[in-house]
């Protein structure tokens, strides 16, 4: 059976693992934070997402499980990179309260989107949900103690790291997602 794409000339399974490379490579990018200056910082974060946003949201117009749930999670992660890029905070507690709420919301698209899949595509979407439910917990207990340290101390350079923690793992897990699902799309359409 011959899989339809909105790119002619193109396997979407290539295009989607393409995308989910290219978001991999994305959370090495994370590693810049703990080096980046103050208001910086949150330009780094919001470039981040807003290419990663971009590139889910295509890969999720290619395939064919939850497709507008994917294209869903990939808008929200390129509306909160816009948020960053156009709004930047410079301080960690309004950035830690964005991601936490980007991280629940995506969370949230990716059970949907679960929901609607099947096999391996459902398992590696459900955890990229859970990564990003956990990574938003964990942002949620350590906000408190964080914000704390901040104010009486600056950032440091443990908080911001541990904050690039947090993007280079969704990243990954969802780099990751991508590639199952190009995998599973190969197979599908092969």
Excluded at 64 to 83: H, I, N, Y
Excluded at 117 to 139: I, N
Excluded at 154 to 162: D, K
Aim: proline share 3%.
């Amino acid at each position: 059976m011959a899989l339809e794409s909105d790119t002619p000339g193109r396997a979407p399974h290539r295009l989607i693992a393409a995308c989910g490379v290219i978001i991999i490579l994305l959370s090495a990018g994370s590693a810049l934070l703990p080096v980046v200056n103050g208001g910086a910082s949150a330009m780094v974060v919001g470039s981040l997402l807003l290419v990663a946003g971009l590139v889910e949201a295509f890969a999720g117009t290619l395939h064919r499980q939850a497709k507008g749930l994917s294209v869903l999670a990939g808008v929200v992660t390129t509306l909160a990179g816009l948020l960053f890029v156009f709004n930047p905070v410079g301080h960690f507690s309004p950035v830690a309260v964005l991601v936490t709420g980007w991280l629940i919301v995506r969370s949230v698209i990716l059970v949907l989107a679960g929901r609607y899949s099947t096999g391996s595509v459902r398992m590696w979407t459900l955890l990229s949900a859970a990564m990003d439910f956990f990574l938003a917990v964990l942002l949620l207990m350590g906000l408190s103690i964080s914000s704390l340290v901040v104010a009486l101390f600056g950032p440091t350079a443990e908080i911001v790291a541990g904050f690039a923690w947090i993007f280079a793992l969704s990243f990954v897990v969802t780099g990751a997602m991508l590639l199952e699902i190009a995998s599973s799309e190969r197979q599908s359409a092969g």
